[in-house]
């Protein structure tokens, strides 16, 4: 029968104990290896999380300052003018229209994944509307002028737009078009302003809870359109 020394035993065992220290040592290092892989994956996520949450609270300012824009002009050009002549006569085209704004995939998905479906649902209608309102805008300021065109010299006086009974006849029907487009305006741009001024509200909340972004917020701009 085979018998081992105790020296051999000695020298199993001594084996056997360090291959499984070794195996227990590169299992240890594999797990941190993993977590440290995790960790740079959830810092990656997040650091991108934060990039597109950056650039909906920009987009976002950049639709509500628009609108306050709007809102201010034609609010401002009713109080002066609204009680005494038609919208066509002193709503004047835009001398500059804002770039459209889109939304990507990445961050309505985001907005998803971090459960903010109130502010997705107000994107997915918001910068659509705010990018239509500058193309009536455009309409507007081209459909003006080519009424301006159609009306005789006379019709103008000291600066402002009058019309005289043989001119008005062939243009009522463009006038009536104009008028309709800036009520039109005016009433999309003052519910628009309050719908983006809350939605930004609704996605700085959203944002500081869900990701520790936080914006000090202000009212926006009022440069002239």
């Known amino acids: 029968m085979f018998e081992l020394s105790g020296e051999a035993w000695a020298g199993l065992l001594g084996g056997l104990g360090g291959a499984i220290v070794g195996g227990l040592i590169s299992w240890l290092l594999q797990l941190q290896a993993r977590a440290s892989d995790r960790a740079a994956q959830a810092e990656s996520r997040r650091e991108r999380q934060t990039a597109m949450a950056h650039a909906i609270i920009y987009k976002l300012m950049a639709i509500a300052s628009h609108y306050a824009v709007y809102t201010r002009k034609f609010e401002g050009d009713w109080a002066k003018h609204g009680g005494e002549a038609e919208p066509w006569q002193f709503v004047l085209g835009s001398a500059h229209e804002p770039d459209p704004v889109h939304f990507t995939t990445d961050e309505m998905t985001l907005l998803v994944e971090l459960g903010m479906e109130d502010v997705f649902n107000s994107l997915l209608t ?83 809870d869900k990701l520790g972004i936080k914006w000090k917020l202000v009212d926006p701009p009022t440069r002239e359109a």
Do not use: W
């Open 126 to 208: 918001l910068a659509e509307a705010h990018n239509q309102m500058g193309c009536v805008s455009a309409l507007y300021a081209r459909k003006r002028e080519e009424l301006r065109q159609s009306l005789p010299p006379a019709a103008f006086v000291d600066g402002r737009l009058v019309t005289k009974a043989d001119a008005v006849l062939a243009a009522r029907p463009l006038m009536i078009e104009l008028n309709t487009l800036a009520t039109s305006m005016r009433d999309f741009a003052s519910r628009d302003a309050r719908e983006s001024l809350a939605t930004l509200e609704t996605a700085h909340a959203g944002f500081a």
